[in-house]
């Protein structure tokens, strides 16, 4: 017999019903059953919390991709509308240059007829009064040839005058 026990002693099966009796004992005092089932739960937990998770972050891209949707349309939108005001803006600044332009042309215009009629004013002060000089220089040479023609202007303003009543 202590063949026997020497043989089951040295063999492998001995050894694994040793440590198959520790690991039993083991697993009743360290109540491995309660903890293994308590991590199944956290896992089982971890997964559910996951799947809402999931869920949630789906709903968010959903409406993520909702808002940007119209993105396209409300940037166009958005740019007609710039369009619009900047043109309304250029065409308003456009209008006051052309009435400024016009003003200002208007003003030329009239400080041109001012100048055109004070030169042709000169003009006719000059040419009356080149007139009369000649006039009067022609008028002395006549009356210096003929001193009776003197006589005769002197009676013909005086008959003007007479004429002419108060």
């Known amino acids: 017999m202590a063949d026997f026990w020497n043989l089951i002693v040295q063999s492998n099966t001995f050894n694994f019903l040793v440590m198959l009796v520790i690991f039993v004992m083991l697993w009743q005092k360290l109540d491995l059953t309660s903890k293994v089932e308590a991590m199944k739960s956290d896992i089982v937990e971890f997964i ?6 999931k869920e949630l972050a789906s709903l968010h891209l959903q409406e993520a991709e909702k808002s940007v949707a119209n993105l396209d349309a409300e940037i166009r939108e958005k740019l007609d509308t710039s369009k619009a005001l900047a043109q309304n803006v250029f065409d308003e600044i456009q209008g006051m240059a052309q009435k400024s332009v016009e003003k200002i042309e208007a003003n030329v215009d009239k400080i041109i007829d001012n100048e055109t009629r004070k030169i042709n004013s000169k003009l006719a002060n000059t040419t009356a009064d080149n007139a009369i000089s ?7 040479e006549m009356f210096a040839q003929n001193p009776e023609l003197h006589n005769k202007y002197i ?7 007479d004429r002419i009543k108060l």
Request: charged share 35%; proline share 0%; hydrophobic share 25%.
């Open 155 to 161: 009676n013909d303003s005086i008959e003007t005058l």
């Open 48 to 53: 559910e919390n996951s799947k809402r998770e």
């Open 134 to 140: 000649l006039a009067t220089g022609r008028l002395q």
